[in-house]
């Protein structure tokens, strides 16, 4: 069978020929789902769940921390702060690397690259680049304290229980 | 079918063995420069090198055989760590038992793990040295800037292969390091937060990231390095050999005058007419045909006296010899050494001080500065500058020669980034301790 070659394909015009037009969409087809498939990858290998902590946690009773009690709860990462009737959660994430900080006399420390931190959480010493953050507290319905560590507040906001 | 002799069956069989091994080997042992050609071709393995190669590429001092050295441990760490798969199970509740497993019940455990482990830490070492020497010896100027690139890139993988193996034992030198170390990425503007999370597949390192990094480890970065290797490879003998003083390429005083070392893309041919006149009339009657194009100047013509010699035996018995060598140095290393394993994973507390593994002490060392610049800053600086020193440095002299003067500059400049990283290094390794505070080792 004698091939027919198109004239405006063999002179390279812009002519929009039906075999052009069925080309380039059957391009655009074959390219497109080649690109939404490796996009598909990089969503696919983003977790949508978790299967380690919930952030949303509840610790217990107020009655169970009693005044100027700083109760490092380390598998959770946060303090427990109690000062009177008030009651606060701060993150015990060094905000330098990720290590776990333990409470000091002074507030908390770093032991992997020597951070400090005040009572509050603020900077005072070592490579840490923002103050611990603190994260919102709640009673819940059944009496309990609930720490929400999804929520970050500005410290100084106690819970007053 | 009568002058037809025939041959009796037997006597196939009595053939058997040498048909076998003349149909695997298609060569015997050569005697001739034909032969010692013909067997470098028609070996798959061997066919890998080139035919003929430079006396100046074998120089034991010029290479140093690291290269080789790092390939090789590549390949000690493939054999034993699919050997050590059979046993290791991704699972933070299995994980730190099958290394205790290792150790007590598995015959030869503990030295297939020492194995793995010792060859890992030598591969970064090695490949470090590697690309000193390659830089010492100007080996990245044109044609080969393509290839320092991918040498770079080889040693980024090496070291998040390190890295992701790092995390395997779950033990807590393991948690620690891979708890520092992601926290680093995740200094990185816009998606550092996120790389962390894809890396960890969750929040913290934990059961998600131990099984993500179990895979990055054994299928992923194995394969993207075995590629970058064979392209690194394949670009030496593009590239036209290792590089070589421009004087090695100068033609003995009893070559033909009329031989012209071409510039440009050159037409191989098999035998070429300049060879041929020189040579026996029946060159002659030859059929010339294209073998394939080769650029720069290293294209020669004709069977022309050069310097040099054939890859066998040559080059095949000095790759043995760098091979038995490195085996043996891994052996002895792990005979007297166990590699380290430390209390299983407790999430809640840190060893103090918390160190990443050695090669990335340095690393840490800025990072207690200042993390944005000591994690992502300066690092990402020195790899951008490691990927364009060929074409930032364009000057073509003194290549192939050891601290070449006309590199005096260039040299000094890689010198002080290798002597600053490893200083840095030294100091994170003896001289931090709790609190990352600093401490005598004395």
Redo the contacts between chains.
Sequence with gaps: MKTQVNPAIEEGGDALTRRRLLSWLSGFGLFGSLIVTVFSNLIFIKPRATYGQPNRFSIGKPEEFPSGARVSLDARRVCIVRDGDKIAAISTTCTHLGCIVSVSETGFSCPCHGSRYDQDGNVTGGPAPRALPWYQVSLAPNGEIEVDKDTEIEAGNYLRV | MSNHTTTPPWKSLVALPENIWRSIFRNPLPSSDLGRASTSFTNFFLHLHPVKVHRHSLKAAYTLGLGLISFFLFFILVVTGILLMFYYVPSTTQAYDRMLDLRGTVAFGIFLRNMHRWSAHGMVAVVFLHMCRVFLTGSYKPPREFNWVLGVLLLLVTLFLSFTGYLLPWDQLAF?AI??G???A?YAPLVGK?MK??LL????V???ALLRFYVLHVAVLPAILSLLVAIHFWRIRKDGGLSRPEEEDALPADAPAQLEVMQGPAVVMATSPVAAAAAEPVLQKRHYGIQGLVRGPFTKIGNVPDRSVFAWPNLFMAELVVFLITVAGVLLVSLFFNAPLEEPVN????????KAPWYFLGL?EQ??????W?GVGIPATEVLLLLLVPYIDRKVAGVGRWFARERLLANFLFLTFVIVNVVLIIIGTFFRG????FVSPW
């Design positions: 620690w708890t520092v992601t926290s680093i995740s996120q999370f894809i597949g969750d929040s913290n934990g059961q998600e999430v809640m507390h840190p060893p103090n001080p918390a840490q990072v207690s500065y200042s993390a944005f000591g709790p609190n990352w505070e």
